[in-house]
């Protein structure tokens, strides 16, 4: 009686049922029969355990560094061993960058090289330099070969488009603070009126309609009283003091 | 003894005609001499002075004269009386519902003398409200 795939699979794993390999090897032959995993080609993937575990390549860990290695240089790019670290590095002859990686690879740094002198020291960002895979477009064409064009085109879309996204955060944050500066109910933004400060509005002494008291309400506003003479004559004196 | 409307001058006299009164209510009309209301209103005030001269003063105060008090105290009719004592000013609810003042010329002397009569007794017993003996409202003038 046959088990379901999924359990003999599973049995199988334990030990507890023989499989019958050569049905299963034929299925992913030409994936197990390399040996790594399928997806080394993918520069946004990492291998897992499952990887390791599954195409049992502890040592292809680096493969995405080995496969990029194994990829043709953009013009111009060469690469170069470097004697005080016994490493080799790229360096593109025309702009005179550097990178550690392979330049195709997303992961690279294409950056300025340290001046001789010991000044420039802190390293650029890939964005700020015009990266070589930046360029016209028969050279991205040359740039892609033997890659997927997708690949390329969308490291580079990601890195232009998280530029723009935080100009456009900048933008919306100015925008913000300008609208903040003026409530679109105040009467300063709709009409010619003067803008209006804190105080503005509140009754002053000095331009107060009456001597009673403003501020009582309710059951109260009935029984405010005026101030005596005496009062008035001092308000009117502080008022034009 | 002879009791005739006195003329206040200036703030610092209407201050001190207040001031100095110890135990009566002081009445002052605001308004013009020339004005038919205050004219009417000075008549009945003159009538009555000497009948209420142990419990009230009165005095005449012209708000052109005197604008001091025009905008604290709301001056705007042509005929204002208003009343205090011991230098407070003391309300009268009329029934018209502005209880600072009457703002407008009475017919009747003793309609008059019942209403200083009541601000006497309120303002001793320490009310700074009192309520009139007669309505005011239009349903009663009317």
Redesign the interface.
Known sequence: MPLPAALQARLAKRGLIKTDEPEKENTDANQVSSGKCPNTSNPYHECSEYCRKRWGSPAETNTNEAHYQQMMLPPGWFLVPDNTSGASYYWNTMTNQVSWLHPLNPKAQITNPVMSDGRGHEVMPNTAIPSPLVGSDEREQVLNIGKHPSLVKGSQKKMQAAVKRKQQEQEARARKKKMDDLDPLDPAAYSDVPRGTWSTGLVDKGD?????DTTANGPLF??R??????E??R??AAIKS | MSYVLQHLHNGWQVDQAILVEEDKAVVIRFGHDWDPQCMKMDEILYGIADKVKNFAVFYVVDISEVPDFNKMYELYDPCTVMFFYRNKHIMIDLGTGNNNKINWALEDKQEMIDIVETVYRGARKGRGLVISPKDYSTKYRY
């Open positions: 107060a309609k009456t001597g009673v009935q029984q009283p005026y101030p005596s003479p005496g008035v004559l308000r009117n």
